[in-house]
């Protein structure tokens, strides 16, 4: 490990040097700047609100999630170019970091979750051949080695090659997202599990995903983001 930090550094999730100190998984001065989220939190998806007597943002008082609870680690803003440069530009040692936070902040929402298994939100085979990985599955990967909590790639696949999701509305996104994803493994019969995924909008890829999951036995499924934006 030594002499492969000596000739490849490892880079800083947020300013993309080599990493100082060189041991450190971010660097010092830039450790400050990734913003955590922080309570209130939507009881559904995990989303900051804006005053603490309310219990859930905007979005989850007008729609029904198929999912129990999630929660995301930062707070959108603060680490956009890092997921960016994590998802498109080969970064996976990013997720190291990613899932040392993960397990460092969240920690007591995964243990108290009882899930036995994360399942990272797939990409289609095509996307995933042109970009060469997949970021929800490299995160989970390291997560899994924190926490004991095995991963299960191969269990559901992208069939549908939807479009980008940025530019939809939550209507769009939904309809984008209609039989986008199936079950390959009949084998795996899970009670609880958590989805993985790297940004949290309207919810409408989890509940996709979800809706497969139930249909498979899963009786209760959370999620974990590395960012979120902010509720009403």
């Known amino acids: 490990m030594y002499l492969l930090n000596l000739f490849f550094p490892r880079r800083c999730p947020v300013c993309d040097e080599p990493v100082k ?7 010092k001065e830039c450790a400050q700047l990734p913003v955590y989220t922080k309570p209130p939190f939507c009881m559904k998806c995990g989303k900051h609100l804006d005053r603490a007597e309310k219990e859930y943002c905007a979005d989850c008082s007008a729609r029904a999630h198929l999912f129990d609870r999630g929660l995301a680690l930062f707070e959108y803003k603060s680490i956009s170019a890092s997921i960016a440069r994590f998802k498109y530009a080969g ?18 929402f995964i243990k108290d979750s009882g899930a036995q298994a994360l399942v990272p939100v797939p ?20 997560l899994s080695a924190l926490t004991g909590i095995p991963v299960l790639a191969d269990w559901i696949a992208r069939v549908e090659k939807t479009a980008p999701m940025k530019d939809l509305s939550a ?27 790297d940004i949290y909008t309207t919810g409408s890829t989890i509940d996709a995903m979800s809706r497969e999951l139930k249909k498979a036995g899963v009786e209760r499924i959370y999620f974990m983001t590395l960012a979120i934006g902010r509720g009403a």
């Open 171 to 197: 209507r769009e996104r939904q309809n984008n997202l209609k039989k986008a994803f199936k079950i390959r493994r009949n084998d795996v019969k899970l009670s609880t599990v958590i989805i993985i995924d």
């Open 123 to 142: 990409l289609h085979k095509s996307r995933q051949r042109r970009r060469g990985y997949n970021q929800a599955e490299a995160l989970s990967r390291e």
């Open 21 to 27: 100190p060189w041991n450190a998984l971010i660097c």
């Open 91 to 108: 970064r996976q040692e990013y997720a190291v970091y990613y899932a040392a936070c993960m397990a460092q902040r969240l920690g007591g």
